[in-house]
């Protein structure tokens, strides 16, 4: 049984610029929670995807968007990056969205300049 | 707002002390609460929920309604267990679910 993979692990980008992230589940997972960390605070909810529909979102702007894949993967997109998305990106995978046993992932380090 | 609060950035505790965590939720029905935890330069992961009242690790979590709270307890703290500590709650959303963290508690167990 695999683990719940991001990539990349790393990532400098420049302000306006647009950034894709992706989220490999854990197997058998079909749920998929995104969370913002910025340095300093607790992980904070974006979005979940449930078969390939946004299925509740966080206090984020339109500019972050997701898509959930048939396989259950799962991007995250950024467009118009501003300074203050620096943060860590999490994914984290559950079964039906009611599973309460999030496997989260080791996350993406984003740093905007 | 369900809020959930983690008061102390930092604890500090010697090995072989007792620890308590302190977490404290915004009063809203029947909280679905979990502690979990982030060693350096590992994974967040799930250490326990309430629901189940295991002991994970010789840590509890007991759930006090009455103030709010889901302290998390060990008698005697270990080297291994200096890391980061959040406190969630899952909050039931019309179209799915969520985790709402607190900002968390760095644990450091000095010998």
């Known amino acids: 049984e695999t683990g719940v993979t991001q990539s990349p692990t790393h990532l400098i980008k420049t302000r306006g610029q647009q950034v894709t992230l992706r989220c490999s589940s854990q197997s058998g997972h079909n749920t998929v929670s995104w969370y913002q960390q910025a340095l300093g605070q607790g992980p904070q909810f974006i979005f979940q995807?449930?078969?390939?529909?946004?299925?509740g979102r966080g206090n984020f702007p339109p500019r972050f968007s997701g898509l959930q894949f048939p396989n259950y993967s799962s991007e995250l997109n950024v467009n118009a990056l501003e300074l203050d998305d620096s943060a860590l990106y999490l994914c984290a995978s559950s079964w039906d969205g009611t599973d309460y046993g999030y496997t989260f992932g080791s996350g993406t380090r984003l740093t905007v300049v | 707002a369900q809020r959930v609060t983690q008061p102390e950035k930092l604890l500090s505790v010697f090995k072989g002390a007792p620890v308590e965590l302190k977490c404290n939720y915004s009063?809203?029905?029947?909280?679905?609460l979990f502690w979990y935890v982030q060693y350096s330069r590992q994974r967040l992961q799930l250490l326990l929920r309430h629901i189940s009242r295991e002991s994970i690790k010789g840590f509890t979590a007991d759930l006090n309604k009455g103030e709010t709270s889901f302290h998390l307890k060990k008698p005697f703290a270990q080297e291994e267990d200096s890391a980061m500590y959040y406190c969630a709650r899952l909050i039931l959303t019309g179209g799915g679910n969520k985790l709402t963290f607190g900002t968390g508690t760095q644990l450091k167990v000095e010998l």
């Open positions: 009063y809203s029905g029947s909280p679905e």
């Open positions: 995807y449930y078969r390939e529909e946004e299925n």
